[in-house]
């Protein structure tokens, strides 16, 4: 659907966007990140978009934000937020970082709900929402940042956790790969799954399956399966009675584009290593 003058919204792609107004910069080409249609709106107050193709909810984000670092306060404004509802704590969840590693709420004494900015493109617009879930703007207040509501489970996480674990627990902890989406070749991250189970013969075994990501803009549940994944590693009593199987993000296509309802169309399914 192209919207003229060689833009079109329905074309953009995951691998974001950067624009540099003055000396701060806004820039959402990283891993997982999704920000894009950045605007000026005032001295200091920027506004982008966290809406991706002609889906009909955008509820998450994940951008960087550089400044000359010297304490200024810029106002940024995501222009087509739609959780059942309007207030800050339906924004309780955004987080920043200075490191993109340690996150930290950002709370809500610097963030306000603000009106909806339609991009001006029938077509767009009015497939936006539907009777509960009402388009809003969130306004934030904030420093140099990384910048993202939930915080973030990478891909890139992933990988760095199945690697640290089989590392340091070498005999209970297998990883393999148990599936291919359809992106995923040329991205290279498969869906992958780690075993842990004590010595032996675990066949005869109880088996506990965990799988987390099916919606990858909800990221509690990775983080869950996260913490039950290092506790089962520690666990030697658990690895005599179970095998355990986790499946930290089965959605990667969805978290590599930033976005919760990316469809699996296709994923092998390999007998259990």
């Not at 792609?13 to 000026?40: K, Y």
């Amino acid at each position: 659907m192209s919207m003229g003058k060689g833009w079109s919204y329905e074309d953009w792609r995951p691998g974001g966007e950067r624009a540099r107004f003055g000396d701060v910069t806004l820039d959402s080409r990283l891993h997982c990140g999704n920000a894009h249609d950045f605007a000026q709106v005032a001295p200091d107050h920027y506004r982008f978009r966290s809406r991706v193709h002609l889906a009909p909810y955008a509820w998450r984000f994940l951008m960087r934000i550089d400044s000359p670092g010297d304490g200024r306060e810029i106002t940024l404004e995501v222009a087509d937020f739609n959780h059942e509802g309007r207030t800050p704590w339906h924004e309780s969840a955004t987080a920043w970082s200075t490191d993109a590693m340690t996150w930290r709420p950002f709370g809500t004494d610097n963030l306000e709900i603000v009106d909806w900015t339609p991009t001006g493109h029938p077509a767009i617009d009015e497939a936006y929402g539907d009777t509960s879930h009402v388009p809003y703007g969130v306004r934030y207040r904030l420093p140099r940042v990384w910048f993202a509501s939930p915080t973030p489970f990478t891909l890139q996480h992933r990988d760095a956790l199945l690697r640290d674990l089989a590392s340091l627990y070498p005999g209970p902890v297998t990883t393999s790969v148990i599936g291919h989406s359809t992106h995923s070749r040329s991205t290279g991250f498969p869906v992958k799954m780690l075993r842990i189970t004590g010595p032996g013969e675990w066949r005869g075994r109880k088996k506990v399956f965990v799988v987390a990501g099916e919606h990858a803009i909800e990221t509690a549940g990775m983080y869950a399966c996260e913490g039950w994944m290092r506790a089962a590693a520690l666990r030697a009593d658990w690895q005599r009675r179970y095998a355990f199987f986790f499946v930290p993000v089965f959605n990667v296509d969805g978290l590599h584009r930033r976005h919760g309802r990316e469809p699996l169309r296709h994923v092998g399914h390999p007998p259990v290593p």
